[in-house]
Nanobody
């Protein structure tokens, strides 16, 4: 189960950095999903073995995901945050393409107007 850190409260236009630590390095994919009250869980950003990342349209240009293979961690840098980014953010990790995803417990990110 990955371990998440970095959530909290920030003002509109501010920044936060979310970190996700896996139990070992060399993961296939690691990413972040989020779920706001009353909404379905949605993909925010994910990064794959070769370093390729993909993002939801709503966060492109504002969020950047990176990984440290040696440490088995991935970081989501969130800039220009908006109130609509408020949600519980969940990290997941997959060790290979055919494995299931292992999810973190989630942490709250709140962006005040």
């Amino acid at each position: 189960q990955p371990v998440e850190s970095g959530g909290g409260l920030v003002q509109y236009g501010g920044s936060l950095k979310l970190s996700c630590a896996a139990s070992r390095s060399a993961f296939y994919a690691m990413g972040w999903y989020r779920q706001a009250p009353g909404n379905q869980r949605e993909m925010v950003a994910e990064i794959f073995g070769g370093g390729t990342a993909r993002y939801a349209d709503s966060v492109k240009g504002r969020f950047t995901m990176s990984r440290d293979n040696a440490k088995g961690t991935a970081v989501l840098q969130m800039n220009s945050l908006k109130p609509e980014d408020t949600a519980v953010y969940y990290c997941y990790v997959k060790w290979d393409p055919f494995d299931r995803a292992y999810w973190g417990k989630g942490m709250l990110v709140t962006v005040s107007p």
